[in-house]
């Protein structure tokens, strides 16, 4: 499809084939790409730092920025420290790569649909669904020679949403050193009261390492990555050749980041009401989806709903995932910049769909 966003349509439309349509996809889950208070201060960030750095972080010159923003992040994410790198896919290989180099003979537990970025070479996908899993995960871990493990996991379930449970860290032996590694990039910015992601949710017992990477241009509208764990685990990082030979983030749009956290918190109000409207218009129609209470995106596979919103001028995303032969699934997102009427709009389309689908 040819689209274009342009700056004299509706932040929310997009124009695709010469068409408008309501723009109900995508993964800026809080409309920060298009808000123009945000817009402003990254033009600002810009001015003052430039459009780039490209210099190592480990350079004898340094950008004071970065560690002032790292430290403004980890207190807004009550976090004890956070390290931003250039994208979330290097967050999470950096961090698989510090581990298994530090602890080269050390197992990884892949949970079900765990993302790339946390795989390492000789990955093998889990079959069972979470409940299954996590259930047998304690007792894979008692089985297991290793004094060390790695868990890898994400915090929302993919291709379809679904929660991913973490009462499971409470029931881990103890008696082993367990490190446990989740990627959060689909949560960062919406879940949590005020969306500071899933590190606000978790109650992680003494003897577990936590350590949360995300992409941070997602939700949060920041072509960066962010690591979060502790200061002693993050300054080892920090001395890893990995980090110290990549190019860091963007550091303008760092400043942005920093400067913006009340407008974020601000979305964030806005995408909980927004979403409520959404599943209440949608009555017996929202089973047509796979959803979270208080999460933005809804998923389905059942065929033609995507060509009938289409035909009602509303566009999501519709593709086979994870492989070209698998079903498509629609993923339908309501975000901030989605007006009241525009969500009794798409809910009414959706309970037209289903009026003849569902039993």
């Not at 808000?35 to 010159?61: A, D, H, K, Y």
């Not at 007792?139 to 297991?144: A, D, E, N």
């Not at 509303?314 to 007006?339: E, K, M, N, Q, S």
Request: with cysteine; hydrophobic share 40%.
């Amino acid at each position: 499809m040819a689209t274009f966003y342009s700056s004299s349509i509706p932040d929310r439309i997009v124009v695709v084939n010469q068409k408008e349509y309501l723009w109900c996809s995508g993964t800026s889950y809080l409309g920060m790409s298009k808000n123009p208070l945000f817009i402003q201060r990254v033009i600002e960030g810009m001015e003052r730092v430039g459009i780039n750095w490209g210099s190592s972080r480990s350079n004898t010159l340094r950008l004071s920025l970065y560690d002032e923003a790292e430290a403004t992040l980890a207190q807004w994410f009550g976090a004890a420290d956070t390290l931003t790198v250039s994208s979330g896919m290097l967050a999470g290989q950096l961090v698989m790569k510090w581990l298994v180099f530090h602890h080269p003979q050390v197992p990884v537990f892949y949970a079900p649909n765990v993302h790339p970025a946390l795989r390492l070479e000789g990955f093998t996908p889990a079959l069972e669904d979470y409940e299954s899993w996590f259930a047998e995960l304690p007792h894979r871990i008692v089985t297991t020679a290793s004094e060390e493990i790695v868990i890898v996991t994400d915090s929302i379930g993919s291709p379809h949403t679904a929660t991913v449970p973490f009462d499971w860290l409470s029931y881990l032996p103890r008696s082993k050193k367990i490190t446990v590694v989740i990627d959060d990039s689909h949560g960062i910015g919406v879940l949590g009261s005020s969306g500071k992601g899933i590190n606000e949710l978790l109650h992680v017992p003494a003897n577990l390492e936590v350590i949360i990477t995300a992409s941070l241009n997602k939700a949060m509208s920041i072509p960066a990555g962010i690591i979060i764990g502790s200061q002693e685990l993050l300054d080892s990082i920090r001395q890893f050749s990995m980090f110290s030979g990549a190019s860091p983030a963007n550091p303008a749009y760092l400043w942005a980041l920093t400067h913006s956290l009340p407008d974020y918190r601000r979305a964030h109000q806005k995408l909980m009401q927004v979403i409520a409207q959404f599943v209440q218009e949608l009555g017996e129609a929202i089973n047509l989806f796979h959803w979270i209470e208080k999460y933005s995106a809804f998923t389905t596979d059942q065929a033609g709903l995507h060509d009938l919103l289409l035909e009602e001028g509303i566009l999501t995303a519709c593709f086979p995932y994870p492989g070209p032969d698998d079903p498509a699934i629609t993923r339908l997102v309501i975000t901030p910049l989605h007006t009241t009427e525009d969500i009794t709009r798409i809910a009414q389309a959706c309970r037209k769909f289903a009026q003849d689908r569902l039993v």
